[in-house]
């Protein structure tokens, strides 16, 4: 099982970026899916999370309105679209897939995660 996270960059503060997390052996119409991120130095935190079919997401406050969750299972993929990107943002963004029906802020409920890829915004 695997997912791998990729469509990170180096971008200017105020852009956007759209991070995509595709899965192999994985059919992930049956997971919630998540994004979390890890700044350096600091822990790891919750993103976003969206729920199977896609009807409701999840955000963590510092991304509210600036960040979309979304999935298309027919492509087996989630996205994370993130605008008025701010150098604050700058961290490594990991997706992870949980079969759980709850604490999805929490990360232990993630049973599968990709490798993470490195969002850099520039002030």
């Known amino acids: 099982v695997q997912l791998q996270a990729f469509g990170g960059g180096l971008v200017q503060a105020g852009g956007s970026l759209r991070l995509s997390c595709a899965a192999s052996?994985?059919?992930?119409?049956?997971?919630?899916m998540g994004w979390f991120r890890q700044a350096p130095g600091k822990e790891r935190e919750f993103v976003a999370a969206i729920s199977w079919i896609g009807g409701t997401t999840y955000y963590a406050d510092s991304v509210k309105g600036r960040f979309t969750i979304s999935r298309d299972n027919a492509k087996n993929t989630a996205y994370l679209q993130m605008n008025s990107l701010k150098p604050e943002d700058t961290a490594v963004y990991y997706c992870a897939a949980s079969s759980g029906l709850s604490g999805l802020r929490n990360q232990r409920t993630y049973d599968y995660w990709g490798q993470g890829t490195l969002v850099t915004v520039s002030s």
């Open positions: 052996e994985l059919t992930l119409n049956r997971y919630i």
